[in-house]
């Protein structure tokens, strides 16, 4: 029952299998301890009986007492745990599952973003795994523990009487072979309720992205008709889907409570036929009040099992994902980064076709041309951010694609024309280029990006919080701060994806692509830098205006 299937079906971790265990073993003994209790009351009403009728007690009152205080002291303890294996340790399953899915996450490439968007993702971090936790804490542990409790009770329930047992039962495995017969609809309802979900969650998260340029180009209205219309049809999705699976769950509790009238017919006619007597019919009656309330709670949230299959199998997706994964040494001879005639492409769609060059160790390589012409897609490569589809790329000999991401990254800064920033203050931004910076180390890199001259104006300095993205500050300065994070690294390998695509006139007249070149050269022990350039130093107006991504590979060399 627990197998690796069981794990695949439910997304659960090796920890998870292990709740689901402890909640099926405690939800078994807590119905039998709920059993227990209707047994009590059958020798209760046997005592009243005999005092009525033979005027004898056949039980001690104190005996009844006692086993009483005894049901309600081994029923709080059973509850008590039950609670704890189904709800408290599920949590901490959540927090797993998140965990898990992050560091996944983190090994994959880019190649995999690249086919998803965000929307999608959060969909599945926060929304899919909300859904499972609620099955993996309300229903697994509950559902498995009544099938197994009720079958032990109905073993002594045949032993009493089969005849009854039947009518006592026999409804428990239509409705649950009816709700199982209609998983074909709740999981084709589901699929288009995630489907109408994610579209929402894109929406929003789309109009709160773009709210500037939706406000800018005044589009308010046609923005927001469009996403009341994904916001009506989630809303349609939704009700129909709940409709369908009420409908089902709902047919299936009516059909098992049938036997509640079943037992009754059938016991009254074997007392009429002298083949039972009343007290044998009395506790059935006693024990059919209990024996499906286990199942209350599980048919109620079956449907939301079925359901939450398409949760999981996203879940699942993502953990069989292969990442990018090699050699944990990197010792490269050198490091001449080389393409070897290198072909890739975007869903199909060409970008590089053999390409081949070399960027040598202790010079500047620009790759120029228009934009869409595969110069950012290189530095990436170079990376190893996404694996080449045909030809290699060698660092210093060594093909990257055999080496660990996280081991050949540790070897190279990046700056793209993208810049990410987090909500943090400007000094942690820079030192994400290297954990252990001091502070003076921090200073220097972004006086040398030319940080220091908009950071003195700010009120807190370098401590002042950029928001998310940055977006306190302009284009230029999130750029300037990503120059600095690069100059911090000292790393053997530098990419430079137009970096100075957004810095401001002021800083273009500095020659500021210039000064980050010559920076670069002269703090990784090169004396000398010579570009092919117009005369006044410009590499971007050399270039006719036109786009450039840099590749600088450090190196011990005089002259560049």
């Known amino acids: 029952m627990f197998g690796e299937n069981f794990k695949r079906k439910y997304a659960l971790t090796h920890q998870g299998v292990q709740n689901v265990k402890k909640g099926t073993f405690w939800t078994v003994i807590v119905n039998i301890v709920v059993m227990g209790g209707m047994g009590i009351l059958y020798l209760l009403m046997n005592h009243l009986i005999s005092l009525l009728i033979k005027n004898q007690a056949e039980m001690n009152v104190l005996v009844i007492i006692g086993l009483l205080i005894a049901f309600v002291c081994l029923s709080f303890i059973t509850h008590l745990q039950q609670y704890t294996s189904t709800y408290g340790l599920v949590y901490g399953e959540v927090k797993a599952t998140r965990i898990s899915l992050a560091e996944k996450l983190r090994q994959l490439p880019l190649g995999y973003f690249h086919k998803k968007d965000i929307a999608d993702l959060t969909e599945t971090l926060m929304g899919d795994v909300n859904r499972m936790e609620h099955v993996w804490s309300h229903v697994l542990g ?245 694996d080449v589809q045909k030809g290699k790329i060698t660092v210093g000999g060594v093909d990257i694609n055999e080496v660990d991401p996280e081991v050949l990254l540790s070897d190279y800064s990046m700056v793209f024309q993208d810049v990410v920033l987090f909500d943090d203050s400007i000094k942690e931004n820079i030192r994400l280029g290297k954990r252990n910076a001091t502070d003076e180390e921090v200073y220097k890199a972004a006086k040398a990006a030319n940080c220091d001259e908009f950071v003195q104006k700010l009120p807190d300095g370098y401590d002042t919080l950029i928001g998310e993205n940055g977006t306190k500050l302009s284009g230029g300065e999130r750029q300037r701060i990503s120059l600095a994070r690069a100059f911090l690294s000292q790393a053997d390998c530098i990419l430079l994806d137009e970096p100075t695509s957004n810095l401001d006139v002021l800083n273009e007249d500095l020659h500021i692509m210039d000064q980050t070149a010559i920076t670069l050269c002269k703090d990784n022990g090169i004396d000398l830098c010579v570009f092919n350039m117009q005369e006044d130093g410009n590499i971007a107006r050399a270039c006719n205006g036109e786009s450039i991504g840099t590749i600088i590979s450090k190196g011990g060399n005089e002259t560049c």
Request: aromatic share 12%.
């Open 142 to 386: 509950y559902l498995y523990g009544s099938y197994i409790s009720t079958g032990i009770i109905a073993v002594f329930l045949f032993i009493y009487d089969w005849r009854l047992a039947i009518s006592c039962l026999w409804g428990v495995p239509v409705a649950f072979g009816l709700l199982f017969g209609s998983r074909q609809w709740t999981s084709k309802a589901s699929q288009k309720l995630k489907q109408a979900a994610i579209q929402v969650s894109d929406g929003i998260q789309e109009s709160l992205e773009n709210v500037r340029e939706i406000r800018a180009t005044n589009q308010e209205e046609t923005y927001l008709q469009g996403l009341y219309q994904k916001i009506d049809t989630h809303e349609k999705v939704m009700i129909k889907g709940e409709l369908v699976a009420g409908l089902f769950v709902n047919g299936a509790s009516v059909i098992m409570r049938l036997g509640v009238a079943t037992t009754i017919l059938v016991g009254v006619h074997l007392i009429v036929q002298g083949q039972v007597d009343f007290m044998i019919l009395f506790m059935f009656l006693l024990v059919i009040t209990r024996i499906y309330a286990p199942f209350d709670q599980s048919l109620a949230l079956i449907a939301e099992m079925f359901i939450s299959q398409v949760s999981a199998n996203r879940i699942t997706e993502i953990y069989d994902t292969p990442v990018a994964s090699g050699e944990k040494t990197f010792k490269p001879k050198g490091h001449d980064i080389e393409f070897h005639h290198v072909s890739f492409a975007y869903d199909l769609q060409d970008v590089l076709k053999d390409v081949s060059f070399i960027a040598k160790e202790g010079e500047v390589t620009a790759l120029v041309g228009p934009s869409g012409s595969g110069k950012s897609t290189c530095a990436k490569l170079a990376a190893r951010l996404f």
